[in-house]
């Protein structure tokens, strides 16, 4: 326990003083008594004290010194309950995000989707912005800074092609905080050949139409993501008809592959959803399974201990009136 006011620790003082003042009145009152009784005028005192006579001076010396401890303003650190984690959200900025079978385009509506998944985290929350296409860029580092994370989702733009691979490798790079390089299985190796570490109560919530068209295998990498706890929670977007794009005049046939996104959700431990169920995003928040922590966090007390104190007063009065018949 600490104190804003730590100089008013100086008033406790008063406290043995009349601990000290009240064993004087009762020598007193003993000695008085004992003069009346060799002249007959009172009993004698009896050889057993009545040690209850104490109880109601100890309940007001006790709340005496709450009150004068509720002077410092003492701050008491105080365990809270908090949703602790880092999420990722992966935005597939390559070309066929310009489609436009979701409105205004794929790309745009998963911007204002991920908008209000950004506005709906408590402050706990660290949240990061990847972009992939062919190459995969950390447009925000994880950060409790919402502002960030919007302007950085804001700025983002279609070009090149689509790697899905690049953009978990990427998500889990942000999460990581360091590089990390593509898991030797891609090639015919091992994938306990890249160590990345263990980060439980993260996920990567990753927008994309899923048609992958360059390496690294996005299904080694979700392997990974697994072994490392990572949750991936990939939204299809787009329709699985398709639609046509026009791209410096060659006419562009695209469609949403929920296959790959659907078996990266499975190794994960994910859920795969489509953006055209409503409230996908809704969805996607209350199923990310974060780690609830306790967290000490600085409080002050001061009402706390005046109502102890003065909750100790009144018992002590009560008690005054049931043995004596009167306040104190």
């Known amino acids: 326990m600490t104190f804003i006011w730590p100089w ?27 003069d009346l009784a ?36 003492p701050v008491a650190s105080v365990a809270e309950p908090r949703r602790e984690g880092t999420v990722i959200l992966a935005f597939d900025v390559s070309t066929s995000m310009a489609a436009k079978d979701e409105q205004p385009t794929r790309l745009n509506y998963a911007k204002a989707a991920a908008r209000g998944f950004v506005d709906k985290q408590p402050s706990s929350i660290r949240m990061g912005v990847v972009a992939f296409g062919g190459s995969g860029l950390v447009a925000q580092q994880p950060t409790t800074d919402k502002n960030e994370v919007l302007a950085a989702i804001n700025r983002l733009a279609p070009q090149g092609n689509t790697a899905i691979g690049r953009g978990i490798l990427t998500s ?105 169920d409503t409230g996908t995003l809704a969805q996607v928040y209350d199923s990310i399974e974060l780690t609830w922590t306790s967290r000490t966090v600085p409080h002050e007390v001061t009402s706390l201990v005046a109502a102890q104190a003065t909750l100790l007063l009144l018992a002590g009065a009560g008690l005054s009136v049931l043995r004596s018949g009167r306040l104190f």
């Open 38 to 73: 060799a002249l007959g005028l009172v009993t004698p005192t009896p050889t057993r004290p009545d040690r209850a006579r104490h109880v109601v001076p100890v309940l007001l010396g006790v709340a005496l010194t709450l009150m004068l401890l509720a002077l410092t303003r």
């Open 172 to 276: 889990l790079g942000a999460i990581a905080g360091k590089v990390i390089t593509a898991p030797a299985d891609t090639e015919g190796g091992n994938p306990d050949e890249t160590p990345i570490g263990y980060y439980g109560g993260t996920a990567i919530v990753m927008l994309t139409d899923g048609e992958n068209m360059d390496g690294p295998d996005p299904l080694a990498l979700a392997d990974l993501a697994s072994a490392a706890g990572v949750r991936i929670y990939p939204i299809g977007l787009g329709s699985t008809s398709g639609s046509v794009l026009e791209v410096d005049g060659f006419s562009i046939a695209t469609a949403l592959d929920e296959d790959t996104l659907k078996q990266i959700a499975q190794i994960t431990g994910g859920t795969y959803y489509s953006a055209a």
């Open 8 to 34: 008013m620790v100086v008033a406790l003082a008063a406290v043995p003083a009349l601990l000290i003042g009240y064993r004087r009145i009762l020598r007193g009152q003993a000695h008085r008594r004992d």
